[in-house]
């Protein structure tokens, strides 16, 4: 039992004096996971959005298909893209393997499928009324599109949001194509996942302290948003 | 805008809700529409207006079909309007944004017709806050706004109190003499349809 609250005391201390080498993992852990956030978004959304209110024969397998990627996980999202960017691989040549760009690239493709995939639920059960009014008042396709985002903004922040939960807690694609190298591509879940198994828990305990955190401050910022709309 | 409709039927399954022969809607004219809850009008509206695709005949529009010149031109206010997330302003600004008119002359427009329809103390309220009359009365607006060819109206009165109604209708009257503006309203009050339409069809 002792060491576990040693564990606890020693994180506090590494928190508090605000430890170089945890402030370090942590500022990466929110740029890849962020970035990724955003190039998902900007991808996802708008294509969500064109397809939920879009009427086509399969649909309903579209759907089927697209609700299956949501939950696709991290590990394979991981091999595929250290696949791709192996040095043998088509962007080999890249040299982008172990570097702090295929985390974003593979992060990226991990949460694209989640926000495409809350999105164009949305879109479909509430996006209807909406497309309906835009063509109405003379609106084309992509007026329909910007239209339905704005009115759907709040919840389309909440599916954001969740990528962005996704993208930070998730250890396999980030482990797989950003090897956790020490100071270069080491993020919190992989430092505590190698922690745990090293059995040195302060620095585990503290960056999942973080990780809870930083949660925490995320979906409190959209409940508070939510309220005021 | 002379919208012509002929053998036109559409049936939600098996069952048939519309079945219309050959029916005219005259240009620069007011034509009311009346008869019993669901025997189609909304029905109708929908398909005149482009939104529902399903169904068999024809429908000509000053002897076109259907294309994007024509949908820019007209509008249809829903029987429950829908309004968007944003100040009554920004409501009836929208379809003159995406009309590419300058700040300016948006501003000039909105601030004209919410006086004609005597409703400049909403403009910077959130408009899905609004109560159901005066939803349909910024709904109304934000058709009337851009002066289109062809007002399709579904029941605009219907949540409005007296002395709105004669404003809401002396608006509908005044666009159509002066914008030369088609309108087809439907309508549950026979002495509005009275007040209003050069022509009364039963349904
Ligand atoms: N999406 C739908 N699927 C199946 N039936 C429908 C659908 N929409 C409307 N109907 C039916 O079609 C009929 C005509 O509906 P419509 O809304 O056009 O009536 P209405 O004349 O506008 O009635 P009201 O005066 O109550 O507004 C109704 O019996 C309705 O139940
Ligand atoms: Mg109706």
């Known amino acids: 039992m002792n060491y576990i609250l040693e564990g606890f005391k020693e994180a506090i201390r590494l928190l508090i004096s605000l430890d170089k080498e945890v402030l370090s993992i942590v500022s990466l852990s929110i740029i890849v996971s962020t970035s990724a956030t955003i190039f998902a978004s900007i991808i996802s959304i708008p294509l969500a959005v064109y397809f939920g209110i879009k009427k086509f024969k399969a649909k309903r397998l579209f759907s089927r298909i697209t609700y299956t990627f949501m939950s696709i996980p991290s590990v394979i999202v991981g091999l595929v893209v250290a696949i791709i960017l192996s040095r043998k691989g088509p962007f080999g040549h890249l040299n982008l393997l172990y570097t702090k760009n295929a985390m974003i690239i593979a992060q990226t493709l991990l949460v694209i499928p989640l926000v495409f995939g809350l999105t164009y639920g949305l879109t479909k059960s509430r996006g209807d009324v909406i497309e309906r009014i835009a063509f109405t008042l003379g609106a084309n396709k992509w007026d329909t599109i910007v239209l339905i985002i704005r009115e759907l903004k709040v919840d389309i922040l909440v599916n954001i949001a969740t990528a962005f939960s996704r993208a930070i807690s998730e250890v396999g694609a980030v482990m797989i194509v950003g090897g956790n190298i020490k100071g270069y591509t080491r993020v919190m879940t992989t430092t505590i996942s190698m922690m745990n198994s090293m059995g040195d828990y302060p620095m585990a305990i503290a960056l999942g302290i973080i990780l809870l955190l930083i949660s925490f401050i995320i979906h409190s910022l959209i409940y508070s948003y939510n309220r005021e709309d | ?203």
Do not use: W
């Open chain 2, 1 to 203: 805008m002379r919208i012509h409709i002929t053998k036109l039927k559409k049936y939600y399954g098996e069952r048939q809700v519309l079945d219309i022969d050959d029916l005219i809607f005259e240009e620069h004219k007011i034509t009311a529409i009346t008869g019993p809850n669901g025997c189609g009008k909304t029905t109708l509206l929908n398909i005149i207006a482009g939104l529902d695709k399903d169904y068999k005949g024809e429908i000509r529009y000053n002897g076109f079909y259907l294309n994007k010149d024509i949908t820019d031109k007209m509008t249809l206010v829903f029987q429950k309007p829908y309004l968007f997330k944003r100040s009554v302003y920004e409501n009836i600004e929208y379809p003159l944004k995406i009309r590419g008119l300058s700040k300016d002359i948006r501003n000039k427009k909105i601030l004209d017709i919410v006086k004609k329809l005597e409703i400049e103390d909403l403009l910077e309220k959130r408009a899905h806050l609004l109560s159901g009359g005066e939803s349909q009365k910024v709904a109304l607006a934000r058709a009337l706004v851009f002066e289109p060819d062809l007002l399709l109206l579904d029941e605009p009165t219907s949540n409005i109190d007296p002395d709105a109604v004669a404003i809401l209708e002396r608006e509908i009257i005044r666009f159509n003499e002066e914008s030369k503006g088609t309108v087809i309203i439907v309508t549950h009050n026979l002495e509005q349809s009275k007040r209003l339409g050069h022509r009364i069809v039963e349904m």
